[in-house]
T-cell receptor
């Protein structure tokens, strides 16, 4: 069974701090990695995607991928109360089905 | 406006009833997916379809059925055989050709059994 693991949290950080969200996956053949943000009662929206080892930055968000350790993370700099949400890690395999396996999500609380 | 629409937003089902959730996309995406989300949980795949007139079971297909008669549409029927259908249902789509497959989601349908 292919799995994606996240700490459910909640992760609580003060406003302006760096929030670090982590995800591990079991399938070594995984090739695509995504972070989605989901506000309570809403559908997931894509924050970041990453496909090769290293860091990828987009504004206040940085995704980090380490395929050898089967680990992907999301850093949120200068955290704002509006960043309070559940963050879902999703991993795509090597097949061409487009299927993703989702972690259970980490709840982030940014306190003013 | 390109996107994915789901209807209705809220749906109430009586015991023993079949109900159908609508999902339409105008993104010209090849593949479409149905997920179920329970409180505090991640997304679990119910069914997916890569091409018209073809679909595959996901991890929790029992008690559900789908059809894919048009590329734009992928309706989900929750049958009376699904014993615990109360959940948030999400439809997603992606373009299969030309690289990594980012999935985009519709706004969801919240189903409650009365």
């Amino acid at each position: 069974q292919k799995e994606v693991e996240q700490n459910s949290g909640p992760l609580s950080v003060p406003e302006g701090a760096i929030a670090s969200l982590n995800c591990t996956y079991s399938d070594r053949g995984s090739q695509s990695f995504f972070w989605y943000r989901q506000y309570s009662g809403k559908s997931p929206e894509l924050i970041m995607s990453i496909y090769s080892n290293g860091d990828k930055e987009d504004g206040r968000f940085t995704a980090q991928l380490n395929k050898a350790s089967q680990y992907v993370s999301l850093l949120i700099r200068d955290s704002q109360p509006s960043d309070s949400a559940t963050y879902l890690c999703a991993v795509g395999g090597s097949s061409n089905t487009g299927k993703l396996i989702f972690g259970q999500g980490t709840t982030l609380q940014v306190k003013p | 406006d390109g996107g994915i629409t789901q209807s209705p937003k809220y749906l109430f089902r009586k015991e023993g009833q079949n109900v159908t959730l609508s999902c339409e996309q105008n993104l010209n995406h090849d593949a479409m997916y149905w997920y179920r989300q329970d409180p505090g949980q991640g997304l679990r795949l119910i069914y997916y379809s890569q091409i018209v007139n073809d679909f595959q079971k996901g991890d929790i297909a029992e008690g559900y059925s789908v059809s894919r008669e048009k590329k734009e549409s992928f309706p989900l029927t929750v049958t009376s055989a699904q014993k615990n259908p109360t959940a948030f249902y999400l439809c997603a789509s992606t373009q299969l050709a030309g690289g990594p497959n980012t999935q985009y989601f519709g706004p969801g349908t919240r189903l409650t059994v009365l």
